[in-house]
Nanobody, 121 residues
Framework: QVQLVESGGGLVQAGGSLRLSCAAS????????RGWYRQVPGKPRELVAT???????NYADSVKGRFTMSRDNVKNTVYLQMNNLKPEDTARYYC???????????????WGQGTQVTVSS
């Protein structure tokens, strides 16, 4: 079964940057990204960024001006560029998307396993 796979997390010092990627684990027709979320153990998953079909993006106030969500429709990949990272950005980051297997068959509201981002002070 094709799954969403996030990558690009890691350990970075405060002020540093990371770029997260989200793609399908196999061949698909189209990836329809919904957003990036993050979660800290013991706390609810929170919205980081969303993107519309037209490409408009929205961000949580805590990341505005530092994070940028984008997509590559040719590569069927979604990105989250994170700059000026802060210790409070430490979390597991998840991609949320729909996967189109063909022009008329899709699975909606899928989640990957996440990728850990740790920002040291």
């Amino acid at each position: 079964q094709v799954q969403l796979v996030e990558s690009g997390g890691g350990l970075v010092q405060a002020g540093g940057s990371l770029r997260l990627s989200c793609a399908a684990s196999g061949s698909i027709f189209r990836l329809n990204a919904r957003g990036w979320y993050r979660q800290v153990p013991g706390k609810p998953r929170e919205l980081v960024a969303t993107i519309t079909s037209g490409g408009s993006t929205n961000y949580a106030d805590s990341v505005k001006g530092r994070f940028t969500m984008s997509r590559d429709n040719v590569k069927n990949t979604v990105y989250l560029q994170m700059n000026n990272l802060k210790p409070e950005d430490t979390a597991r980051y998840y991609c949320n998307a729909d996967i189109w297997y063909s022009s008329d068959y899709f699975s909606s509201d899928l989640w990957g396993q996440g990728t850990q981002v740790t920002v040291s002070s």
